[in-house]
């Protein structure tokens, strides 16, 4: 039961430290509304086409640290390769966006770099609900009587 409360508490502090907003919500929320570009027909259709990557987060939030404990580990690789693919994509798109709309983008470079910390970040996290789920932290850590 301890075991399950500190897997239960890992996945919960993993999944409020990622944020639940992608990287495109964060740059469209940034948007110039004012600048001509705003209104354009590729600004509207990149914005249309970042609006998934919300939905891809929520799930990948909730699912990935669930496989995770659920496989004991064994899916570490995959969900680790398919959480920053997803991550490259999203933050790609967030950038297509922002040239669309009047802004300069990101560079491939500053792309490549966010998408390492935040695979940085959640490998850790990973790591450390591991460790919570394995008991590798003494059993006496849940409050007792």
């Known amino acids: 039961m301890q075991r399950l409360i500190a ?10 430290l990622s944020g639940c907003a992608s990287t495109s919500a964060h740059t469209f929320a940034n948007l110039d509304r004012s600048h001509p570009s705003y209104h354009s027909d590729e600004c509207k259709r990149a914005i249309s086409d970042t609006e998934v990557h919300d939905d891809i987060k929520l799930l ?25 693919g997803l991550d490259t994509v999203d933050r790609v798109d967030a950038s297509k966006m922002e040239v669309h709309c009047g802004g300069e983008g990101q560079t491939t470079g500053k792309i490549a770099q966010e998408v390492a910390k935040g695979a940085a970040f959640g490998l850790a996290t990973s790591a450390a609900g591991n460790a919570l ?3 590798v932290l003494p059993a006496n850590t849940a409050s007792s009587k």
């Open 7 to 16: 897997s239960i508490t890992a996945l919960c502090v993993a999944t409020g």
């Open 133 to 135: 789920g394995a008991g």
């Open 60 to 84: 990948r939030s909730v699912a990935s640290p669930v496989a995770l404990i659920l496989s004991a580990g064994a899916l570490l690789p995959a969900i680790f390769v398919a959480n920053v």
